[in-house]
């Protein structure tokens, strides 16, 4: 896998990893609600990886969950970071949290890395190239069906968001074969890429999220829709393989204009 961006990407990850080792798992501040928390940790990891993008290219913008951001002019490369995805998770020692970079031009994601950094684990994908695990190629499953599908979704901080997914859960749960929730929608999407999961939903996602992981799923073979057209805010992530995305779209959207 090559790309001009993918060297880069690989250093600010580095960079991230490293802060991400020595951090603390203090909470910092809240964001969107008391339960939407942030670690010194998170900012350190962001400013490590824009040290790196801005050392290396000067000129690129980089949007971050902490930091924020600002809109690439036309034809120019933007860096869309999250420098911890599943920052409860991280705070609570849970094993499931990660570092998403991805490197759009001109609207596009070329280059996507999710490093799971519990595991040890780097997704990797490159436009036209393919997505890869520490160098293994990735493909999707070719489940078809609902009812064999183990499907992961995930809550949004606002009280209110998460009892409307939660009747959502109630209605599908007994449709599929199982759902999983991990906490990271960054590692729920690499996982279906992987085959360890059939497909994941989730609406209140940020384009940090899954900016990385769309790519890597799309990648391995699987269809991704970030702006799933009928669902009315805009912001419902649907991927799955090929076989199961169709079904699982219309019916989650079904759910969520009946309950949500």
């Not at 890869?132 to 499953?141: K, N």
């Not at 799933?228 to 912001?235: A, E, I, V």
């Not at 419902?236 to 989650?252: I, S, T, Y």
Request: proline share 3%; with cysteine.
């Amino acid at each position: 896998m090559n790309h001009p961006l993918l060297d880069v990407a690989k250093q600010a990850l580095e960079a991230a990893k490293a802060e991400l080792s020595r951090g603390s798992t203090a909470v910092l501040a809240t964001k969107s609600s008391p339960t939407d928390v942030v670690t010194k940790t998170d900012r350190a990891v962001e400013a490590a990886i824009k040290a790196v993008i801005s050392a290396e290219r000067p000129h690129d913008t980089v949007l971050g969950e902490e930091y924020g951001g600002s809109e690439a002019a036309a034809g120019t490369t933007r860096w869309i970071v999250d420098p911890i995805d599943g920052t409860v998770n991280f705070t609570y020692g849970i094993p499931d949290y990660a570092i998403s970079i991805a490197a759009e031009i001109g609207g596009v994601v070329e280059v996507g890395i999710v490093c799971d950094f519990p595991r040890n684990e780097e997704f990797i994908a490159v436009r036209g190239q393919g997505a890869e695990l520490d160098g293994r190629r990735l493909a999707v499953t070719a489940v078809s069906t609902l009812d064999q599908a183990l499907i992961g979704t995930g809550f949004g901080y606002d009280s209110e968001r998460r009892r409307s997914q939660g009747r959502i859960v109630a209605e599908l749960v007994p449709e599929f074969r199982d759902i999983r929730r991990v906490g990271a929608a960054a590692i729920d999407l690499c996982w279906v890429a992987c085959g360890r999961l059939d497909g994941y939903y989730e609406a209140g996602l940020k384009i940090w999220d899954h900016a990385a992981a769309a790519l890597i799923v799309s990648e391995a073979g699987g269809t991704v829709d970030t702006a799933l057209d009928g669902f009315n805010r805009g912001d419902l992530v649907v991927a799955a393989g090929a076989n199961l995305f169709d079904p699982l779209a219309k019916r989650v959207l079904a759910a969520h204009a009946q309950l949500g």
